[in-house]
């Protein structure tokens, strides 16, 4: 199910508890490990992290106004 959050933290905060916790061990990890310079937003109702356009200008190849996805 597809979250209608608009930033990471309010997706996280809409979690319930017990989903919650796993959501975070599994971001932590992810964050502790995203390349500099790479970014977690929101894409597809979901935690994404891209590739960003100040990085990778020519975006996503099916839609270049997109940053390119690393996870999603």
């Known amino acids: 199910m597809q979250s ?3 930033t990471p933290q309010e997706y996280i905060d809409s979690l ?3 989903r ?3 959501i ?7 964050k502790d490990n995203l390349p500099k ?3 977690e937003r929101m894409g597809y109702g ?4 891209v590739v960003p356009h100040s ?5 996503y190849h099916c839609d270049p106004k997109l940053p390119l996805g690393l996870i999603m």
């Open 24 to 30: 975070l061990a599994i971001r932590n990890a992810i």
């Open 46 to 49: 979901m935690l994404a992290y």
């Open 55 to 59: 990085i990778y200008p020519k975006g």
């Open 16 to 18: 319930p508890n017990e």
């Open 20 to 22: 919650k916790v796993i």
């Open 37 to 39: 310079g790479f970014e």
């Open 4 to 6: 209608k959050a608009a």
